[in-house]
């Protein structure tokens, strides 16, 4: 009993990581209408940046914001001088984009980096595990970080006037233009403060996995179940889809398929999701006429 008990506490610890990853699929989705194949890509690259920052002496919390204006800074810039012109493109041309995406932040991060495993590291220290061996020291570290980044967007889009505005260019961009709002740059600045999100999952990830070009294939796949099983329209089902899936592949990986074929747990859940509930745990079920 004991040890699964340990399996869920580390595994929200691990899910608050894909619940930051499936946030930023949910709101490129509801900005944009497609997944954003390269956010995985994105925050490895942004952890690249974090690391040489520390390299060059800066402590570790200026690093982890100078990598947060950064990863903010190009997703505004991805945005605005890539996507926008591909706002009424066909569906295809968007997902080439961001496939196109994917590949380009993958191999230039392994030309300027090189592909050899690095280690990042943590701010919260290698000490003693805490809680009698449940948490380690980053793990909880982590899980604070992440809940805190994730209250702190909930409030910021539910109580703040650009956030509100934010919301209303994502879902209803015709409407939200006739009342002023300038819609280019609210999906802009959403652009923005997903990447920024990814950043700091991938800072919080990286010390487990280590860093290198690939380190977030697998953590954008659980992300990506994570935020199919939440609902992909609901970012309050991506944070709790994201949490599920951790605990779900600890578990599983613990006690039902190992931890070689743990990551077909994530294939599984999205092939069940799109099969009996397309629309997720807490998304609206999207209806139009053809």
Do not use: C
């Not at 932040?105 to 000490?127: Q, R």
Request: glycine share 12%; charged share 5%; hydrophobic share 60%.
């Amino acid at each position: 009993m004991e040890g699964v008990l340990h399996q869920i506490v580390s595994g929200i610890a691990t899910g608050g990581i894909y619940a930051s990853i499936a946030l930023a699929l949910v709101m490129i989705f509801l900005a944009t209408h497609h997944i954003n194949f390269a956010q995985g890509e994105m925050a490895m690259f942004s952890t690249y940046i974090a690391l040489t920052l520390l390299q060059l002496g800066l402590p570790y919390w200026a690093a982890f914001l100078a990598t947060l204006v950064f990863s903010f800074v190009m997703g505004v810039i991805l945005q605005r001088i890539l996507l926008e012109p591909l706002a009424n493109a066909p569906v295809l041309a968007s997902v080439g984009a961001f496939l196109g995406l994917l590949l380009i932040f993958n191999n230039v991060a392994g030309w300027l980096f090189s592909y050899t495993l690095k280690p990042f590291p943590s701010p919260f220290g290698v000490g003693d595990p805490m809680f009698g061996g449940m948490f380690s020291r980053h793990e909880l570290g982590s899980t604070v970080v992440t809940m805190a980044v994730l209250l702190s967007v909930w409030a910021f889009f539910r109580f703040t006037r650009l956030g509100l505005a934010m919301r209303g260019a994502a879902y209803n961009p015709v409407s939200s233009r006739l009342v002023g709002v300038p819609v280019g740059r609210m999906l802009a600045l959403g652009w923005g403060l997903a990447a920024g999100i990814g950043a700091i999952a991938g800072m919080m990830v990286a010390p487990v996995v280590f860093l290198d070009p690939n380190m977030m294939g697998g953590v954008l796949l659980y992300a990506f179940a994570g935020a199919l099983l939440g609902g992909i329209t609901s970012p309050l089902g991506a944070v709790v889809g994201g949490v599920m899936m951790g605990v779900i592949e600890n578990l599983a990986g613990a006690y039902v398929v190992g931890t070689e074929l743990k990551l077909t747990t994530a294939l599984v859940i999205i092939v069940l999701v799109l099969v009996v509930k397309p629309s997720g745990l807490f998304g609206k079920a999207l209806a139009s006429r053809v």
